[in-house]
C-alpha cells in the first residue's frame, strides 16, 4: 500500500480534528484496563462525521483505530467484555441453557454491521481526500475481549470439550464462548475479511508491533 496515501488520510483526518487520540484503558467499553498505548477513540471519529455529515441516523463503529506503520495499514479493533457476562448471566443458568445465552449474547453484538459501518466512516473521510478512489490502505479487523483466547478448535474438538463442559461445572466458559465467537465470524465474513479474535493481552502486545 502506498504510504503516502496513507499520510494523506492520517494528515487530513488529524488537521479536521477527526481523531480523538487517548490512552487505551480510556476507551469507554476497553477490555485492556492498564494499558497506557496511545489509539484513536473511533467512536468519537463517528459521532463527529454523523455531525458534518448531517447524517440522519448514527451509524455504529469499531471502538478503536490505530494506523500500523509497521503494516501500513489501518486498524479498527471492537472491544467485548465477557466477565460480567459469565458472572450475572451463565453463573445463573444451568449449563445446558448456556449455548443459547451465549449465541444470543454474541449475536445481540451485531459484529458485522460494526466493522461494515466503521469502513464507510474510513471512506468518508477519504473521500475528502481523493474521491476517485477507496480507502488508501489494508483495513485490518480485530475483535479483543477478556477472556482467555486459545488456538482455534475444529468442530470435532468442540463437541469433546462441550461434553466435558456440560459435565464438569468448574470448567470455565471461555473454550465455549470463544468457539461460538468464531463460529458466529465464519458465519458473517468471508476467509479473508474475517477479524482476528484476541484477548486483551494478545491486543495489547499486538498494538505495540504496530
Not at 188 to 208: C, G, H, I, N, V
Request: some cysteine.
Amino acid at each position: 500500500m502506498s504510504r503516502e496515501r496513507l499520510d494523506a488520510f492520517s494528515e487530513y483526518a488529524m488537521s479536521n480534528q477527526l481523531f480523538e487520540y487517548k490512552r487505551l484503558d480510556q476507551i469507554q467499553h476497553t477490555v485492556c484496563r492498564n494499558c497506557e498505548i496511545e489509539v484513536i477513540d473511533f467512536d468519537r471519529t463517528k459521532e463527529i462525521i454523523t455531525e458534518r455529515a448531517e447524517l440522519s441516523e448514527l451509524p455504529k463503529s469499531c471502538d478503536v483505530l490505530k494506523i500500523s506503520d509497521s503494516d501500513c495499514a489501518i486498524v479498527l479493533v471492537e472491544m467485548k467484555s465477557f466477565l460480567n457476562f459469565k458472572q450475572w448471566q451463565l453463573a445463573r443458568h444451568e449449563r445446558g441453557e448456556h449455548d443459547g445465552i451465549v449465541r444470543q449474547q454474541i449475536q445481540r453484538f451485531d459484529i458485522s454491521k460494526k466493522f461494515a459501518d466503521s469502513l464507510w466512516l474510513l471512506h468518508w473521510i477519504w473521500n475528502q481526500v481523493d474521491r476517485d478512489s477507496y480507502i488508501p490502505a489494508e483495513v485490518i479487523k480485530v475483535v479483543a475481549t477478556d477472556i482467555e483466547i486459545h488456538n482455534e478448535r475444529n468442530a470435532e474438538e468442540f463437541i469433546e470439550f462441550t461434553i466435558m463442559y456440560l459435565a464438569d461445572e468448574s470448567l470455565d466458559a471461555d473454550g465455549f464462548i470463544q468457539f461460538r465467537f468464531e463460529e458466529h465470524m465464519d458465519e458473517y465474513f468471508s476467509s479473508t475479511q474475517k477479524p482476528a479474535l484476541m484477548s486483551s493481552s494478545q491486543l495489547e502486545d499486538y498494538l505495540r508491533q504496530c
